[in-house]
């Protein structure tokens, strides 16, 4: 919804009628700060999938790319490839673009994934596997989960 929908209609659609969980391909969001503390505020995901909105025509560039404007409004965002046969990607990829592109460190590109788990269909117990995983290979030695 997100990707070549104008910013008014994802507006009218998380205003006061609709509350998802999130939004694929979120990158219209940063061009309304109103959209975006609300956004961050609902903690609403935002997808996005950085080649696919490159090659789609939704930003000019990479370096274009309002994901470190997301980031930075506190609004959850998560790393995606979008038809990766089709735009001959992976995630991993997508990951290390993004890590490349914007500098981000390995806790930074943890945030990304576990962004996800706060509008994921699985159990609490899973989500809780996974953040305290991720904690284990961030290395910081914890058992308890971390926020998404």
């Known amino acids: 919804m997100g990707e070549c929908a104008a910013r008014c209609r994802i507006c009218r659609r998380v205003g006061r009628r609709y509350t998802p969980s999130r939004i694929a391909h979120g990158v219209r969001a940063a061009e309304d700060p109103d959209l975006l503390r ?10 996005v999938c950085p080649t696919s909105n490159v090659r ?49 460190d390995d806790h ?26 991720v904690r284990q290979w961030l290395g910081d030695g914890s058992q308890s989960p971390v926020r998404s």
């Open 38 to 47: 609300l956004l961050a505020q609902r903690r609403i995901v935002c997808d």
């Open 108 to 133: 930074a590109l943890a945030d990304l994934a576990l962004a996800g788990l706060h509008a994921a269909g699985m159990t609490e117990a899973t989500k809780t596997r996974i953040q305290i995983a």
């Open 56 to 104: 789609l025509g939704a930003v000019a560039s990479l370096a274009a790319h309002p994901l470190p404007t997301l980031i930075a409004h506190g609004v959850p965002v998560t790393v995606n490839a979008d038809d990766p046969l089709l735009l001959a990607t992976t995630l991993t990829n997508e990951y290390v673009r993004v890590r490349q592109t914007w500098h981000l």
